[in-house]
Every structure is written in C-alpha cells, then in structure tokens.
C-alpha cells in the first residue's frame, strides 16, 4: 500500500494548522479552526440592543457577520447588506422583520464607526 500523505487543513483566518482540535467549513466553504470560530461566536448577543440605531447582526446559525439592521426600540428591520447602496439600506430600515425576531443576533458597533453611531 503506498501512502501519499496526511490531509492537513489550515484555518483560512489565523493560518495555523489546527485540524486536530476540530473545525469547520463555514458558509463559502472556507475551513474554520474551532479557536476561531469560538471567538467569532462569542461576541454576538441575543434580544434587545442598548440604543436606537444600525447595529451588525445575524442570523444564529451563521458563523460570520452577514448583515446590518436598524433597531428602532422595539423591532428589527430587514437586512441591508455592506455591498447595497444607502437608499436600498434606507429602504430596508423602513420595513419591519416579524419572522425572524428571536433568532436575530447582534454585535458591538466596531470602533472604526463614527463616535455618534457607538453607545
């Protein structure tokens, strides 16, 4: 029997090969170290933001941030997404979500926001 060689997989966000303590293939098929899905997945928090305003968020089954809503104090908006124009997001912001409410996720506002847009 000839061996050709052993199959490494090296996490496509820190580089380092960790197959041996799990992972996974996140959405675009990339593969996730279980470290660095950890860290992604402690950041997100469920139910209501503290303030009024866009926030990023997901659904939680995913792994990566997918979108951006506007929370007005009671309800979600419907997803606007980074590569969308202002007036499509603006358009999305006015529609309210009501299927999705409880599995909605959110994260801080990272600190590259303007300070007026972070609580």
Known sequence: MM???TFTRFCWKCKQNRSAFGGRLDKRKLW???TCIEKMTNI???GPPPSIGWWPTKH???ILV???R???GEFWSWAAFAHESA???ARWAAKRETMHMDNIEWADRPADWPERSRT
């Open 3 to 5: 061996v050709i060689g």
């Open 32 to 34: 996730r170290c279980a």
């Open 60 to 62: 939680y089954k995913q």
């Open 66 to 68: 997918a979108d951006y």
């Open 87 to 89: 007036d499509k997001a």
């Open 44 to 46: 997100w928090k469920k």
């Open 70 to 72: 506007w929370w007005n």
